[in-house]
């Protein structure tokens, strides 16, 4: 029932001149998942980052990344393990073709073989055109395509973005979910860090919310949503009059947590679960008129905007 | 306890892997920088002009001593222009600085480390694999030069070099290669140490200007502070001589100065002090057999290779040490 773990950490922690950046904690991701590291500048997903891929060392802790301790077998992981930094770099000078090249040869990729993942990789982000340029004419969005074919050149298991899409315009960021999710659909486990929350949102399956170097929240949108707003559905109901009468039907409707009388004929109700074939039966039998009624998930916006609120207030109440 | 600490955090795999293609990488950015063409033109039309100067000055003096033609093309100067050893004692450290002194500090400004540091391979093969890429690199440059004096004396002094010729002038690559290592070690040292480039150029280029111009100065006052002379007795003055020579020898140009003058003048038969009764027997003027003058730089070849492992060490620590993240 429960698939094997690709990635799993338990009471991992780095301390960084006496600072705690990361916290005793425990992330435990599946085969084929996609998941979400989401949280503020500084709350520790870059560092935990490099803790999976071996280039920092746990101050105390254990990792398991596709079955093996990055610590003892940083290389066994990291032939296994793409990874795409924040703000990628690539040798300018190098062509694209060059510098995956060079990528493949650090894989000790046999030649022929190289040349092949290089064109298909290139192929696959849309590159091919550009590949005897040199990187120094690229645009943000070219590298950022360049990144997730430096990756592809080693064929990875498990594929690890650090704020895959900042600084990408609206289009280029779209086209690069897109990509994410192709490659989630080649069965490849994708973590991606990111404190841009609808991009999170469209790609990730499940999300973990980091706050001070621990995991505060972990969970798909809707739990989260269900854990720190209380409800998951927002239902906008359209009536021809009487909104306010018939507020006090729906109210009653089980599953639902509250509602708003926004005007006359227009109600916003908020619930636990999807309430549209309840909410239209009231009102239907108190009489109403129903004109038009949709239902909308929150926002990780909202859920993260709720939630940092509440526990900045929490801590100043301290 | 700490034994089972260690055996949980020793690494698994060859340091070494993925070697070669950084150094394969690395000699190729080198060799189509345009900062290395133009350090290469500068090495090589020096070499020609003094070459041929010194060719034309041999060939102007008839019945000069026929022995070691061809050596005298590296020492013979065409006043007031110094001769191509001289040229190479600073223009060696200037490219062994050019060579290295942007090579990690570049990598963290191109935000390349962190992705190529994420391929399976260890920090070692990195770092070790761009000193060894310098190396060559500077093997390759001085190597072709050496073919170009040696290609001149043919053509202007008419006659082919000698295989004692041949051999002290391959050990002088070997020693020129060297003393480009220590200089590249430091700056290799101060591209981990310094974020900006130009920072660790100049520190290079200021630890270089020290021990070139300073040092000598500083090594005579310091050799007067240890062993003063008091009252002019000669072991006063002998042991302030050998104080002075072993603090001007901390210097690499001083190593090289004096590689260079027992293997290109084969009848130095020694680089420190020479009292009379140690010459008792000796018939001077005589040169000395390749293996004696090997024998006695031997000990300033291993000073230069010692000197460039410990400098690349320091670089290796501190490398390894530093966080990937920019």
Not at chain 1, 19 to 48: C, F, R
Not at chain 1, 191 to 202: E, F, G, I, N, Y
Not at chain 1, 204 to 222: I, M, Q, S
């Amino acid at each position: 029932m429960s698939p094997t773990p690709v990635i799993e950490t338990r009471g991992l922690t780095k301390v960084y001149n006496g600072l705690v950046a990361v916290d005793h904690l425990d992330l435990t991701i599946h085969e084929g998942e996609v998941y979400g590291l989401l949280g503020p500048n500084g709350s520790g997903k870059t560092t935990t980052i490099l803790m999976l891929l071996g280039l920092t060392e746990p101050t105390e802790g254990e990792v398991q990344v596709v079955g093996w301790d990055p610590r003892r077998y940083p290389l066994r992981v990291k032939a296994q393990v793409g990874y795409i930094p924040d703000q990628v770099g690539f040798y300018g000078d190098l062509t694209a073709w060059e510098n995956l090249m060079y990528t493949a040869k650090l894989n000790g990729i046999p030649r022929k073989e190289a040349y092949r993942r290089i064109e298909e990789a290139l192929n696959r982000v849309g590159l091919q055109d550009v590949a005897h340029r040199p990187v120094r004419t690229f645009s943000r969005g070219m590298r950022q395509r360049l990144g997730v074919a430096d990756v592809l050149i080693k064929n990875p298991r498990v594929i690890i973005m650090d704020e895959p899409t900042q600084g990408l315009d609206p289009e280029s960021a779209r086209e690069f979910l897109d990509l994410i999710r192709e490659l989630k659909g080649e069965g490849r486990t994708i973590l991606l860090a990111s404190h841009l929350l609808h991009q999170v949102q469209a790609v990730c399956d499940r999300v973990g919310l980091f706050r001070r170097g621990k995991k505060a929240l972990e969970g798909t949108v809707e739990e989260l949503a269900l854990q720190v707003l209380g409800m998951s559905h927002y239902v906008h109901v359209e009536v021809e009059k009487d909104a306010p009468r018939l507020a006090q039907v729906v109210r009653r409707v089980p599953g639902v947590t509250d509602v708003e009388i926004h005007d006359d004929c227009t109600l916003w109700v908020k619930s636990r679960k999807d309430v549209r074939p309840e909410v239209a039966k009231a009102v239907v039998q108190a009489g109403g008129r129903l004109l038009r009624l949709d239902v909308e998930l929150p926002s990780l916006d909202d859920i993260y905007a709720h939630y940092f609120k509440s526990e900045a207030g929490e801590t100043e109440n301290e | 306890m700490t034994m089972v600490r260690a055996m949980r955090t020793q690494r698994e795999g060859s340091p070494w892997t993925g070697l070669w293609a950084v150094v394969a990488k690395e000699m190729a950015d080198h060799l189509s920088s345009t900062r290395m063409f133009i350090l290469e033109m500068l090495i090589a039309l020096t070499a020609v002009g003094t070459a041929y100067n010194a060719a034309s000055a041999i060939r102007s003096v008839a019945g000069l001593e026929p022995k070691f033609l061809f050596l005298k093309l590296f020492t013979v100067a065409d006043e007031p222009f110094p001769s191509f050893v001289g040229f190479l004692g600073f223009l060696v450290p200037l490219i062994a600085i050019a060579l290295a002194f942007d090579a990690v500090n570049n990598e963290f400004n191109q935000h390349t480390l962190a992705r190529v540091l994420s391929q399976p391979i260890y920090r070692d093969a990195l770092l070790f694999g761009k000193f060894l890429a310098g190396l060559f690199t500077q093997f390759l440059i001085y190597s072709a030069i050496w073919l170009l004096v040696f290609g001149l004396g043919v053509w202007q002094l008419g006659i082919p070099p000698t295989g004692e010729e041949v051999g002290r002038a391959l050990w002088l690559l070997v020693a020129t290669v060297f003393y480009g290592g220590v200089w590249m070690a430091v700056a290799l040292l101060f591209s981990v140490r310094f974020r900006q480039p130009a920072t660790a150029a100049l520190a290079s280029i200021a630890v270089w200007l020290f021990f070139s111009i300073f040092w000598p100065m500083i090594s005579t006052s310091l050799a007067t502070i240890l062993a003063p002379i008091r009252i002019g007795t000669p072991e006063e003055i002998l042991a302030q001589a050998r104080w002075l020579l072993a603090l001007r020898r901390l210097a690499p140009s001083q190593l090289y100065a004096e590689i260079v003058v027992a293997l290109l003048r084969p009848e130095v038969r020694s680089l420190g002090l020479v009292l009379p009764f140690q010459l008792e027997g000796a018939i001077l003027g005589q040169p000395l057999p390749l293996s004696q003058s090997v024998l006695l730089i031997w000990p300033h070849l291993t000073g230069l290779i010692a000197a460039t492992i410990l400098l690349f060490a320091l670089a290796y620590i501190l490398f390894q040490r530093q966080e990937v993240r920019a």
